[in-house]
């Protein structure tokens, strides 16, 4: 099949590289010269394990394409799909902007029978409006055409998106027009492996499906961490609180780690957006106003264990800490609403100075820290330990899980450890003599 993507970001460029792997001829347009200039050599980026291999083998052998020319990407396309942002707007609403504009401009370039599909994540209602956009632009042309816009969200987790995107749970088809159901299914059927997986249902119950499905993880996120709190006051430990809750198989070993709140370009904004379309329509909803309200209280709470430590030594205004991790998860070089970055920030306005290193994002955090005389951005994990007062741990990074203790002891001024993660066992800090602040658990002084 013939298929444009608009928007060659983490899900536009990760469904472009994907599809044309099955050997779908793909037409990728981004409005950002720069970016496409670089995919149109291989040079992916984004980090994401798998994708620049990806592209540059359906580059080589002429599958993917990239322009910046919507009109010359859609013009063989049976299906375009849109892959642009969706930011928050101030009020927690979504900037729906980039969505409306690609829509705008499909329908000024619309030469045959298209179908539409929204993967980005946008609130209930948007392809309907998406519809009546293409129309009015057709008619102010004064042309008539029939075309389709499908509700198909994307789930795929930045880290994994490779793997995800050809190997997924399931994948949800909005549209009730079934030829179109049935084009889709075919487009899908090699990543489906099983019918089961591909689910058909009307454009909205697709939008409303997406926002639930991240409202749940984030829900299970702050319940963990509202837990690992109350562990703290009652002297548990949240690590066999887990494991003791996630045997029951309603419950799940999935998603209930604690630590510093979710973050990222997705739950955060998603969560919000559902909230502000439920109050829009008259509906207090109070669990996901909580889940919210938990999420950006945790990201709090670790700058706080870092500046009561010191309290009794004279605060931390003036004092080194390395941080470990600066993405919003592992595997990703994605900051975008990083709780790392917000700790980072808060402690550094307290007047600590912050040498951080990450595997994945340190290039982004370099250019977001540019100009902060309070922190930099190192490239080796040992070096930004040296003379530091403590270290702490942010991002649950593979590289972090067995460090060389004797060594980070050897650099540190004093053995401390904030392992906000969770990701070291009492033995090892114990026996390596560490004084170690966590999440949940009792602290090892
Ligand atoms: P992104 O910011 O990484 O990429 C968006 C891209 O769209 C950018 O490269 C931008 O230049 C481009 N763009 C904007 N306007 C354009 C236009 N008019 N024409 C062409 N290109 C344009 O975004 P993302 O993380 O890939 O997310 C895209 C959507 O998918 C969002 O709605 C997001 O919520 C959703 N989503 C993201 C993830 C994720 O893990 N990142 C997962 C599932 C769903």
Not at 346 to 357: C, H, T, V, W, Y
Request: one cysteine or more; hydrophobic letters at 40%.
């Amino acid at each position: 099949m013939n298929v444009c993507i608009v928007g060659t970001g983490y899900v536009g460029l990760v469904t472009a590289a994907c599809l044309a792997e099955t050997g779908n001829h793909v037409f990728c347009v981004d409005i950002n010269d720069g970016i496409i200039q670089r995919l149109k050599t291989g040079d992916v980026h984004i980090f994401e394990p798998g994708l620049e291999e990806l592209v540059q083998r359906n580059l080589a052998e002429e599958r993917l394409v990239f322009t910046t020319s919507l009109k010359d990407a859609m013009a063989s396309a049976t299906l375009i799909f849109s892959c642009v942002g969706t930011p928050s707007m101030e009020d927690g609403s979504c900037d729906l902007s980039a969505v409306y504009r690609v829509a705008g401009q499909v329908g000024d370039n619309m030469e045959d029978h298209k179908i539409v599909v929204n993967k980005s994540t946008v609130p209930v209602g948007t392809a309907a409006r998406v519809r009546e956009i293409i129309s009015e632009r057709l008619a102010a042309r004064g042309v008539s055409l029939d075309f389709d816009v499908v509700s198909n969200p994307e789930f795929l987790k930045e880290g994994d998106a490779v793997s995800d995107f050809m190997k997924p749970d399931r994948i949800i088809i909005g549209t009730d027009n079934p030829e179109v159901a049935q084009l889709m299914e075919n487009l899908y059927e090699p990543y489906a492996r099983s019918r089961d997986k591909l689910i058909l249902m009307s454009p909205k119950s697709a939008e409303m499906t997406k926002y639930a499905a991240n409202c749940m993880l984030a829900a299970k996120i702050s319940f963990i961490n509202e837990i690992a709190n109350i562990c703290e006051k009652v002297g548990a430990d949240v690590r066999d609180v887990r494991a003791g809750i996630g045997s029951d198989h309603r419950i799940g070993y999935h998603f209930i780690y604690p630590g510093v709140g979710y973050g990222g370009s997705c739950f955060p904004k998603d969560v919000r957006a559902l909230i502000h379309t439920a109050a829009d329509l008259g509906y207090v909803p109070e669990v996901l106003s909580a889940v919210d309200n938990v999420n950006n209280r945790q990201r709090q709470m670790v700058a706080r264990k870092v500046q009561s430590f010191f309290e009794s030594a004279g605060g931390v205004s003036g004092r080194v800490l390395a941080v470990w991790g600066l993405s919003f998860k592992a595997n990703t070089d994605d900051i975008r609403h990083s709780p790392a970055i917000d700790i980072v920030n808060e402690l550094s306005r307290a007047g600590m100075q912050i040498r951080a290193f990450d595997p994945g994002a340190g290039q982004n955090a370099k250019q977001m820290f540019a100009g902060n005389d309070n922190v930099s951005v190192g490239d080796k994990q040992y070096e930004i330990l040296d003379g530091a007062h403590a270290l702490a741990v942010l991002t649950d990074w593979h590289q972090f899980r067995t460090p060389d203790f004797p060594g980070i002891e050897k650099r540190l001024k004093q053995p401390v450890i904030f392992d906000a993660r969770n990701l070291y066992s009492t033995d090892l800090i114990v026996r390596h003599n560490f004084t170690c602040i966590r999440t949940g658990r009792p602290d090892i002084i």
